[in-house]
């Protein structure tokens, strides 16, 4: 049987929609209250059962490596002044397991940067979470859809249902109901990019949070580059499904696209409300502002 153990976390995007800020840093390192964005992805796949992080970096992206990294300086200065909560947050990142860097030396699209992982992964099913969509819920969208790969033993694409001319910003699956799972399992027929509303085949948008068997890597090195000269996953992804049996799977959670600024907006407000130790004072700050 096929065991889900690596998680690949794609993050040599430019992240263009949210300049200025990420000319310097990278998006994935932009806190959602005090918490990088990529370390909530990070987080999600250790507790679905993944023990092997692969990031996939470029150009300046130094930042989530150090992060994932022994900070001795900041350690030893915490340990002298006696800050042992603080410092057990900051130990906590680095002891959360091993992570390995794999480097896109150009931004040619996310099939690509998911090639990248190709020796790394070697030959077993592994997960492809893009860090931007936040998800929320008590049981982790990933390890949801880790329950489904384990009794279907094929590759299971998160979907989400977007109704109205927004689905024409997505990856759209043409797919049929699947037994099983309480409705939320669907096979997969097809998949297309950035349909126009009137033509979508469902709506159900492709979501980031992937598992893929290993024959995709085959399925990237022989799709051809797309849109705009990048390598598309989807393009792969119907490769593979020629190949192989494909499912789409409605995760239970909110979402939040956190790379674009009204998302990230939204997951801070919500996220700083749930807070222990801020969410008291932070409602009434939001109580106390005149909305009109
Ligand atoms: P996005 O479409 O969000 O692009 O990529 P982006 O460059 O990160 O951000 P914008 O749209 O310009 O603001 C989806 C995911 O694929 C990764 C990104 O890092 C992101 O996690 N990606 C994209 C790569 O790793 N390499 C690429 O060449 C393209």
Redesign the pocket.
């Known amino acids: 049987m096929m065991k889900l153990r690596k998680a690949v976390?794609?993050?040599?995007?430019?992240?263009?929609?949210?300049?200025p800020a990420?000319k310097a840093q990278p998006?994935?390192m932009l806190p959602l209250v005090d918490k990088p964005i990529i370390q909530y992805g990070v987080e999600e796949a250790i507790n679905s059962g993944c023990d092997q992080i692969i990031i996939?970096t470029?150009r300046g992206k130094q930042a989530i490596e150090d992060h994932f990294d022994v900070s001795y300086e900041l350690e030893k200065m915490l340990e002298e002044r006696r800050k042992t909560d603080l410092l057990k947050i900051v130990r906590s990142i680095s002891d959360m397991m091993h992570v390995a860097y794999v480097r896109?030396k150009?931004?040619?699209?996310?099939g690509?940067?998911v090639l990248m992982a190709r020796e790394l992964v070697g030959n077993e099913p592994f997960a492809v979470l893009?860090?931007?969509d936040v998800i929320d819920h008590p049981v982790p969208a990933l390890k949801q859809m880790v329950d489904v790969f384990n009794q279907k033993q094929c590759s299971v694409i998160a979907a989400q249902v977007i109704e109205g001319k927004m689905i024409s910003s997505y990856g759209v699956f043409d797919a049929q109901p699947a037994d099983g799972f309480n409705g939320r399992l669907f096979e997969i027929r097809n998949m297309v990019e950035k349909p126009k509303p009137e033509e979508a085949p469902s709506n159900l948008a492709i979501i980031?949070r992937y598992i893929l068997t290993p024959t995709i890597f085959d399925c990237l090195s022989k799709t051809t580059t797309g849109a705009g000269g990048?390598?598309q996953l989807t393009d792969g992804m119907r490769m593979l499904l020629k190949q192989e049996k494909m499912y789409a799977y409605v995760y239970e959670g909110r979402r939040y696209d956190t790379?674009?600024k009204l998302g990230f907006l939204k997951a801070t407000v919500e996220f700083a409300l749930k807070r222990d130790d801020l969410g008291g004072a932070f409602r009434e700050y939001l109580k106390g502002l005149k909305l009109s």
């Open positions: 976390f794609p993050a040599a995007g430019l992240g263009t929609r949210f300049l990420t998006k994935e996939i470029g896109q150009e931004a040619l699209g996310l690509h940067a893009l860090a931007d980031g990048e390598l790379g674009d």
